[in-house]
């Protein structure tokens, strides 16, 4: 019997729309075990967002600054495979997510295991994705494959829904703005990945090492946010450190500097991140060569 267990944070519930599609083909199989295990940080996270409460974690997230998780009892010590849903905070993975990878738990749990990433977000996730690599690097996990399902309605459309889904709880709170959120058909559609799982695990017997996810457009890799990812994430870094010298989470010194970061990076997002598009639309020619490599870079271990 193949035994299989994924690891889920669904604060919204989407990431576990997600897993039950890749894993129901598994279910279905009598030759694999299927277990799921939920993490539950020991202080919930609160869905929807106050506005000022999702900004004040903003330092702690990107510090990727452990958080205290309720204990989790999984059946057995060693799985033939581990899968590993997030959601993407302020361009990296979800607290509790990397609370967990930096566990004791974990290490015992991911150690020499072959790992599937599944990520659900908004639209941005590279920066993410190299963060969950270098702590299961650590860990000595096999990370085999990554599925990234996104929001479709378009950056700028997405740019005002997902907040406002996070801030309100409703997936469409104004007509004029598109649902936010990894549509129907895409959450469907990731069956197929399960299929293939169930096929490896079925018809042969000798343990995952490689991509079982080559060809099946597992990722998508948008050129045009690489260098904007890249930008943005160094920025993160840098206000993490500052706001988390300037007070602790729940601080009035804290909500004063979170005020002024929130317009820093609104005028970001206006000024600097229009004029950047543009310049490397104009350069473009003359970096084809290096953005295939990214791209390439990125896509890896499934592929586009």
Known sequence: MRKVLAINY????QLSRILQSISQPIIQSEQ????VINIEPAKPFPFPWPFLQFFRIFPETVAMEPVELKPITPKYQQYDLVILPYQVWF?????PIASFLQSSQAKSLLADTPVITVIGCRGMWLMAQEKVKAQLSKLQAKLLDNVVL???????????????WMLTGNKKPLSWVPAAGVS????ADAERFGVAI??????????LTQSMFKGLSAVTINEKLIASETMANHSFGIWSKILRKIGPQQSTRRALGLTVYVVFLLTLILTVVPISALIKKLISPLTRTKITEQKKYYA???GE
Do not use: H, M, V, Y
């Open 10 to 13: 669904s604060q919204t519930g």
């Open 32 to 35: 694999i075990e299927f277990e």
């Open 91 to 95: 361009l990296s993975p979800s607290l």
């Open 150 to 164: 996104s929001d479709d309605c378009g950056a700028f459309f997405s740019f005002l829904a997902t907040p406002l």
């Open 184 to 187: 129907d058909q895409d959450i």
């Open 198 to 207: 169930k096929s490896r695990l079925e018809n042969d017997a000798t343990p």
């Open 300 to 302: 890896e271990p499934s």
